[in-house]
């Protein structure tokens, strides 16, 4: 195993005092437990933004707490769900008096951990709205969920989410907005290569040098199918068809279109994934109105790509372009 770390069992915490160096001015991060909070929270009369889940699929989540985003981020361990004291914790650090909205990937350990989180928090007077991501269309069950796994249209909706509650829209109208989201955001991914958790020490599977996996988790979890490596405009063919025929996309949607790094592989690929996605969209008559292209919700070292489709409409494409200032994604700000 190559990596740049010391110890893995520091991995995280040593990984958090980096952050806490490197954006001083947009974040402060709280240990025992570890929480990244937006500098400014509590902000009064604005519902709070609270995510989070396993270390691993940086810049998600802690790269996305500040201005028009999250304002708290619960780190657990690689590829571990946060404890319930974290989002505690965080909750009560981000509550200015309007409710707190927690976004909460559809995995096994977040789920059961924002809830009990959240009984505690509304035990402690605070307004909790819980919302569940499950956009992946792969597989309807994984060895972490029951049900479709969240992935990249989480990262959509704590944007768009995030400036909703920047305008002070209402606790459940942000919460409504991210079920919106939800309901509107499809995606899939697949690997060339497999990761290695630092305190395992090998890759979490195997994949012969010609081979790719469709439909993998953000976790190394198995797909749909194992398939020899094929050119670009085959696996978006692979990935952007059950996208498109889940929700179902039609001629006319208007979409962003997220093209997603799992953390091993080049923007120039990346790049080339969405020159084909581009054409197999508008082959569809799909226009392509806005688009995210980057490693935002990776995988350690993986090498792959994920797709996601989020249907828009002029609300939700007004929140998308509103101003966001955060380590990991900044504009209009």
Known sequence: MKKLINDPADVVKEALQGVALAHAGRVRVMTDPNVVVRADAPVAGKVGLVSGGG???????????????????????????????????????????????????????????????????????????????????????????????????????????????????????????????????????????????????????????????????????????????????????????PIVDDLPFAAGDRVLAFVNGMGGTPLIELYIVYYELHKFLSGRGIEISRNLIGPYITSLEMQGCSITLLKLDDDLTALWDAPVNTPGLRWGA
């Not at 985003?69 to 009560?92: I, N, R, W």
């Not at 990937?105 to 709205?129: V, W």
């Open 55 to 241: 270390s691993g699929h940086e810049p998600m989540h802690g790269g996305f707490v500040g201005p028009g985003m999250l304002d708290a981020a619960c780190p657990g361990e690689v590829f571990t769900s946060p404890t319930p004291d974290q989002m505690l914790v965080a909750t009560k650090a981000v509550d200015g008096g309007a409710g707190v909205v927690h976004i909460v990937k559809n995995y096994t350990g977040d789920i059961l951990n924002f809830e009990m989180a959240a009984d505690l928090a509304r035990e402690e007077g605070i307004a909790i709205e819980s919302v569940v991501i499950d956009d992946d269309v792969a597989v309807q069950d994984s060895l972490y969920t029951a049900g479709r796994r969240g992935v990249g249209t989480t990262v959509l909706a704590e944007k768009i989410c995030g400036a909703a509650a920047e305008q002070r829209r209402s606790l459940a109208e942000v919460a409504d907005l991210c079920r919106k989201v939800n309901a509107n955001g499809r995606s899939m991914g697949m690997a060339l290569t497999s990761c290695t958790v630092p305190a395992a020490g090998k890759p979490t599977f195997e994949l012969g040098e010609m081979e790719m996996e469709i439909g993998i988790g953000i976790h190394g979890e198995p797909g749909r199918e194992r398939k020899v490596v094929a050119p670009v405009h085959e696996v978006v063919e692979m990935l952007a068809t």
